[in-house]
């Protein structure tokens, strides 16, 4: 998630209003009417991009007009897109068919677009991540990697730049995890909140969820969760592969404020520090400036007033939903949080021609 994303003012924020900062957006009414007339100036409207241009084929994001525009500008043979643009999908050319050949053009096409300065508020120099992430023809499927011989036949279609997913509106994957001492259903228990570095690319200083990061491609989601640990608070991994829990995840359906699309997806994990532990995360590469043993009233209190990183609150929220911290008769927004931590981006939705 990137650090544009407007805060409201007024305080203290209620834990729907947490929830509203994160999963901000819905494709409108007309989205693919042929009615509809697009400009590229058009911020509101968005393009569906599918890996080929046959009947069916998957739908893999939503393209903003002014980046269509720009495709549209590239030499033939690697990109198809159809006119008019309302009704039709873009596409890779019909060459373009495995993942190492989707993977080489649109790293050639990033690359070249962030050198000559295009969208550099997304993948400018000081945005770009110099990380992979995976794409997916079913964003709720496996989350395989590139098979032998370069197969097209697995869930992989290919993996792209991190800060470019963005422009292309693809769902992207992390993992969150709270870490905990007592007993979570109680409210004497307390939880590790890491300040995020102040050098950060995104939400310098804010407040984070005690271990989270992206899932890299090609690395398994629990492999990930055990990377960030040992990265970002110096936890060994026997520890990791010990205690802590798998407990399901939330997704959202983002806009950031340049209007680019950004669907995610997280792992949420607990991980109970063992009674007379010795336990403390601590800082290890630098992304993290401190970490803090807070009460479940101070957690609260630092969410209320807007200071962790938005998705960070979520993943807090499910944590007091799941433990029973949050519950349907002291929430009057119970039922409509729970099935917003839950959301599917719309995804029926995504390929709908009219």
């Known amino acids: ?9 007024s305080s203290p924020l209620s834990y729907l209003d947490l929830i509203k900062i994160c999963d901000n957006f819905r494709l409108p009414p007309n989205y693919g009417s042929a009615d509809v007339v697009q400009k590229p100036s058009d911020m509101d409207s968005f393009v569906p991009w599918t890996l080929t241009q046959s009947r069916g084929s998957p739908t893999i ?7 269509v525009d720009l495709l549209r500008k590239e ?5 198809v897109i159809p006119e008019p643009q309302v009704g039709h999908s873009i596409s890779f050319d019909i060459s373009v068919n ?6 080489a053009a649109l790293k050639e096409l990033c690359e070249r677009w962030r050198d000559a300065g295009a969208f550099s508020s997304s993948i400018g ?16 499927g496996v989350h395989d990697h590139c098979l032998e011989n370069d197969s097209d036949d697995g869930n992989y ?23 905990y001492e007592g007993i979570p259903n109680s409210p004497q228990v307390r939880l590790w909140v890491p300040t995020r570095a102040k050098t950060k690319q995104t939400w310098p200083s804010w407040l ?6 992206g899932i890299p491609s090609g690395m398994p989601i629990f492999e990930s969760l055990v990377k960030e640990c040992a990265e970002e608070a110096s936890i060994d991994a026997d520890i990791v592969r010990n205690h802590a829990k798998p407990v399901g995840g939330i997704s959202y359906f983002f806009r950031n404020r340049m209007h680019f699309l950004q669907p995610e997806f997280q792992y949420v994990y607990d991980l109970g520090v063992p009674p007379d532990s010795s336990f403390r995360p601590c800082p290890s590469d630098g992304e993290v400036e401190s970490f803090d043993l807070l009460s479940l009233d101070e957690v609260k209190s630092k969410m209320r007033q807007g200071l962790f990183k938005p998705n960070c609150a979520v993943v807090l929220i499910d944590f007091f939903v799941r433990h029973g911290h949050l519950t349907p008769d002291d929430e009057p927004d119970y039922t409509e949080i729970v099935t917003r931590l839950h959301g599917g981006f719309e995804y029926e939705r995504w390929g709908q021609q009219v």
């Open 1 to 9: 998630m990137s650090n544009d994303t407007p805060i409201p003012a």
């Open 61 to 67: 994001g939503l393209l903003r007009l002014d980046v």
């Open 75 to 79: 030499k033939t043979g690697t990109w």
């Open 98 to 103: 495995t993942p190492t050949k989707r993977t």
């Open 125 to 140: 120099p000081t945005k770009w991540r110099d990380e992979m992430y995976p794409v997916y023809r079913n964003p709720f």
């Open 157 to 179: 279609a290919f993996e792209m730049e991190r800060a470019a997913c963005r422009l292309f509106g693809v769902v992207t994957y992390g993992v969150h995890m709270t870490i």
């Open 208 to 213: 984070d969820n005690s271990v989270a990061g």
